[in-house]
């Protein structure tokens, strides 16, 4: 298999470029205009090609893409443009920027210029800079001449990078990289436009009516305890935070505040309304999301742009401004988003999500056997939960409010969580509970599962060997590899868990530390550090399960811990059971780890809940 580097140079202007449209927007516009192409082919001199369009198309076929790895710097951009341009797919796509993410991770930046300087491989050109508003009409020779050479420059470091990044870099990671990013390439969800642009309509009536029946003023809005009280009136606890000046608890209200950030993205769009309302926004998030689904809809089908290795554990995260990670299921037209994503004619789209992959990690990992035993059993174990925390004898007996508080317990209480953020979790979903009732909770669930309770401590002395440079274990022999000299831990992939930078400051309580990020520096404590840890194993499982899939059920989505196929409608139920036991498959890692799954089938992504 061939590798061959490419890097596309196109046509931008003030208003028409990457850093004011999103990568789709951008490639199907009506002004997008391929400028040049450079392409290597394995470690053959570099070959710089401009043309019109039909110039390039000739050039490009010249090449045997089916048999080859493509790697840009930055894929999604590159690979659409060579499938939505030119009707390239080559036999797997790769992806440095992708690359550098998970080796390095994701506080430092990964652009092509801070890459190569990194590794110290060269330095990126600037001659893009003069190409501004330029088409290739525009160029004389001479300058056509140094664009190229530029782009002939940003080829070899993309091609340099690869090689040093790939002898360190998992095979099956590759793979996912190359999944994770045909979701975007290969696009085939269809948008269902009616269904939007009613709801677009429908949602700008309720917001204007919702301020009107509120009787809500600016006034009303920008006062700390007035607003407080309309966000309680729609089932919302106030975000709090403890004030720089006062050190006593406030609202966090500021729009820097990631509490209010979070109301941003409030499933209810009452909440996003009266958010949007206070910070000054013309329109919600909702209408913005609606708005931009409607726009891609008249411009064809929907690709996924999903970020490989987006978060400090290795989750994806959403990209392009449509983020597909939190779309609303619930709440006034919560489902109307995802019941515009449809399959194409013929085809039906299968969700299947892992059943509480954290869970069941956690109580694994610890090597908390009764739990893990009653997972691999099917037992409802929110309901043995409860059974616990109420004193109940038999499960039958446990009324849907205590199974209910169970299974916020188990979900909830697994890293650490104390009474207080419990009674605000409960809170959320509109259940009362007092907080000396939520002490006695959090009891119960800690003596029932002291193996856990003991991972904790385990991983806050893991804190201070990482600190100190020493070795430690963390959890189920052989899953996890503490990596002190990196302030990291292996995670199963074989990528790393880092906390860079790791500090810490001596309390009353004792050591309290603390890593660098972009955003300042964040505090780690043995229960955040086993919540980072069961997220990144869940992670390493559903890549691996995803690979697993059968190439002819596509899949064109994941979220959190479910992946979404497309099927042709004539295999729906094979289709079904084969994606079913992908998603139960266990890694040889893994071993004893009891895993589960459901799924639904429908037209829409809504449909298959």
């Not at 199907?28 to 053959?44: C, L, M, S, W």
């Not at 085939?188 to 677009?200: A, I, K, N, P, T």
């Not at 590899?481 to 868990?497: F, W």
């Not at 596509?554 to 004539?570: G, N, Q, Y």
């Amino acid at each position: 298999m061939d590798l061959i580097t490419v890097d596309f140079e196109t046509y931008y202007s003030q208003d028409f470029s990457l850093s004011k449209m999103t990568t789709e927007e951008y490639i199907r516009g009506r002004q997008f205009e391929t400028i040049g192409v450079a392409v290597k082919v394995n470690n053959k001199p570099t070959e710089w090609a401009s043309g019109t369009h039909e110039q390039i198309q000739t050039f490009l076929d010249t090449f045997d893409w089916g048999n080859s790895m493509v790697v840009a710097h930055n894929t999604m951009f590159d690979g659409a443009i060579m499938n939505w341009k030119f009707g390239i797919n080559p036999r797997i796509w790769a992806d440095t920027m992708c690359m550098s993410r998970a080796l390095r991770g994701v506080e430092v930046s990964h652009s092509l210029k801070a890459t190569a300087t990194r590794y110290g491989l060269g330095i990126k050109g600037t001659e893009v800079l003069a190409a501004k508003g330029k088409h290739r009409k525009d160029f004389t020779n001479e300058e056509l001449s140094r664009y190229g050479d530029y782009c002939i420059n940003d080829v070899e470091l993309t091609h340099n990078i690869f090689k040093k990044l790939v002898n360190n870099f998992p095979t099956t990671e590759l793979r996912v990289i190359d999944a994770t990013l045909r979701m975007f390439i290969d696009a085939v969800l269809e948008l269902d436009l009616g269904l939007l642009e009613d709801h677009l309509e429908n949602v700008k009536i309720r917001k204007d009516k919702l301020l009107t029946d509120a009787g809500v003023t600016k006034k009303d809005l920008m006062s700390n305890d007035k607003f407080a009280e309309l966000l309680k009136g729609l089932g919302v606890v106030p975000p709090t935070k403890i004030s720089a000046k006062t050190g006593k608890e406030a609202f966090a209200f500021a729009k820097t505040d990631e509490g209010l950030k979070e109301l941003e993205l409030h499933e209810d769009d009452r909440v996003q309304t009266l958010v949007a309302a206070r910070l000054g926004n013309k329109s919600t998030l909702e209408e913005t999301r609606a708005q931009r689904f409607i726009d891609i809809a008249k411009r064809g089908t929907l690709p996924v742009p999903i970020r490989y290795y987006a978060a400090h554990t290795g989750r994806w995260g959403g990209s392009d401004k449509i983020n597909l990670q939190n779309l609303p299921s619930r709440g006034v037209n919560g489902k109307v988003l995802k019941s515009s994503i449809c399959a194409p004619d013929g085809y039906k789209l299968i969700d299947c999500d892992s059943s509480q992959i954290e869970a069941r990690v956690l109580a694994w990992l610890a090597g908390q056997d009764d739990l893990t035993e009653a997972f691999a059993a099917g037992k409802d174990v929110y309901k043995q939960m409860a059974t616990k925390i109420y004193g109940v004898n038999r499960e039958e007996d446990i009324t849907k409010e205590q199974r209910f508080v169970g299974k916020t317990t188990i979900l909830g209480a697994g890293y650490g969580m104390g009474a207080v953020r419990f009674v605000d979790q409960l809170a959320t979903f509109g259940f009362d509970m007092d907080l000396n009732e939520a002490r006695r909770v959090i009891s119960v669930y800690r003596d029932s599962n002291w193996k856990i309770s003991q991972l904790w401590r385990q991983a806050q002395h893991v804190l201070k060997c990482m600190y100190y440079h020493d070795g430690a274990t963390l959890g189920r022999q052989g899953v996890l590899t503490v990596a002190p000299e990196h302030s990291a831990i292996r995670l199963p992939s074989g990528l790393l868990l880092r906390y860079g930078d790791l500090q810490f400051e001596q309390e009353e309580r004792g050591p309290q530390y603390n890593y660098h990020t972009r955003k300042g520096r964040n505090k780690i404590y043995g229960g955040k550090v086993v919540e980072n840890v069961c997220q990144a194993i869940a992670r390493c499982i559903i890549a691996e399960q995803m690979l697993k899939i059968p190439k002819q059920y596509k899949a064109v989505l994941t979220v959190h811990d479910s992946i979404v196929c497309c099927v042709p409608e004539t295999e729906v139920s094979e289709a079904q059971l084969s994606i079913e036991k992908s998603m139960r498959w266990i890694p040889d890692w893994a071993t004893g780890l009891p895993l589960d799954c459901e799924s639904g089938i429908g037209n829409s992504y809504g449909e298959c809940e």
